[in-house]
């Protein structure tokens, strides 16, 4: 006898139609969206108890939009008073290190990487979650940072491929990335072949 399958993900048009509300503690529901950008594993239930974009989709522009959720009135207008906009972001990493570098006022980043540290401590006032491909860090209060700052350090082979930036405004970024010092050089051991293709200007080294 033949079992009728459905699609993985699918939903019954029933349950579609199930209001389900959001989380009212926003406090609780930071950890669980920082969680979920990173390990993609909430059931459709879950997930729809974090979206508070109504699009059906968790990243850090919901991250954002809750962070601001979370804030007293007193912190939120004092954030908005006093924030710069973004129109540049330059992210280093390298020296086993990465640092970030901004011209606004940042409110959260999401690190697309490879050989993520198991521990990732960032500076005071800042919280973190890492997985397997990714590293979130964000700040609940109103310790946004702007300038040149160093966010953590780590000890693995590590490799940044994407860097999404978002700050008070909440408009998406996406910073340049930059290789430093010894990384930079087992950077171009691992991938000689394409040398000729390298923008140089985009890469310095540091002893």
Not at 25 to 42: F, K
Not at 112 to 139: E, M
Request: hydrophobic content about 35%; glycine content about 6%; overall charge positive.
């Amino acid at each position: 006898m033949a079992f009728k399958t459905t699609p993985k993900g699918w939903i019954s048009p029933k349950y579609a139609r199930i209001r389900i509300n959001k989380i009212s503690d926003y406090s609780r529901a930071i950890p669980m969206i920082a969680g979920e950008i990173v390990n993609r594993n909430l059931s459709t239930h879950r997930r729809k108890t974090i979206d508070y974009l109504g699009n059906g989709i968790i990243n850090i522009k919901t991250l954002a939009k809750v962070l601001h959720l979370n804030h007293s009135r007193e912190i939120h207008d004092n954030i908005m008073n006093n924030h710069t906009d973004i129109s540049y972001v330059n992210l280093y990493y390298g020296n086993k290190e990465v640092r970030i570098e901004s011209n606004g006022s940042i409110m959260a980043i999401v690190l697309y990487c490879r050989n993520i540290p198991r521990l990732v401590s960032p500076f005071n006032g800042w919280k973190s979650i890492a997985g397997n491909n990714k590293i979130v860090l964000y700040t609940e209060g109103d310790n946004l940072i702007s300038g040149y700052i160093s966010l953590f350090r780590y000890q693995t082979s590590l490799r940044v491929l994407k860097a999404d930036i978002i700050g008070a405004e909440e408009k998406l970024h996406s910073a340049k990335i930059n290789i430093e010092g010894v990384d930079y050089w087992e950077y171009l051991k691992g991938n000689w072949e394409t040398m000729d293709s390298v923008h140089w200007n985009n890469y310095r080294a540091t002893f």
